[in-house]
């Protein structure tokens, strides 16, 4: 499974659990770096005769299955440490962890996740060479050079 589809799996798997708090699990998601990662530290194996094969795996394959089946429904599922996820809102204070959508995604050029050069009126050499290399890059996606405050 790529590492892409397992972390948004393991995402779905954490809110599917009962007494699930989305907006701590987006949280906790997003300072660990890692779905999986929260998901292993909250499903840790039961000391029991019998255990389930890997909790982890079993409960990343059955969210899975999930979401093979949102996308053959059209459905687009948007997790909060994708690239498309609306920037807008990663700075709510309960930012919600999934986003669902239909039909194609349009793309905010007031998206502000894009790249900003900021600087002083009177910047350091490094700074000053530091926005010469960025800026370009910018002009290259469109955006226009702003100056002042």
């Keep these: 499974m790529l590492q892409e589809l397992r972390e948004r799996a393991a995402l779905v798997a954490l809110l599917q659990r009962p007494g699930a708090k989305w907006q701590d699990i987006a949280l906790d ?6 779905a999986v990662t929260v998901l ?3 499903l840790r194996p039961q000391d029991a ?3 389930e094969t890997d909790p982890v795996v079993s409960a990343v394959a059955r969210a899975a299955e999930s979401l ?3 996308e053959v429904a059209g459905i687009g599922i948007h997790a ?3 690239n498309d996820y609306p920037s ?3 700075s709510i204070h309960q930012m919600p962890p999934l986003l669902f959508s239909r039909g194609a995604l349009i793309e905010d050029p007031r998206d502000s996740r894009r790249g900003h ?3 002083e009126r ?3 050499s490094d700074r000053v060479h530091r926005g010469e290399r960025t800026g370009p890059a910018q002009g290259d996606r469109g955006q226009r050079p702003r100056q002042g405050h």
């Design 40 to 42: 292993e530290r909250e």
């Design 29 to 34: 998601v997003l300072g660990t770096g890692s």
């Design 122 to 124: 009177a910047g350091s």
């Design 117 to 119: 050069t900021a600087g």
């Design 68 to 70: 093979a089946a949102w």
């Design 49 to 51: 005769l019998f255990p």
């Design 80 to 82: 909060c440490f994708d």
């Design 88 to 90: 807008q809102l990663r």
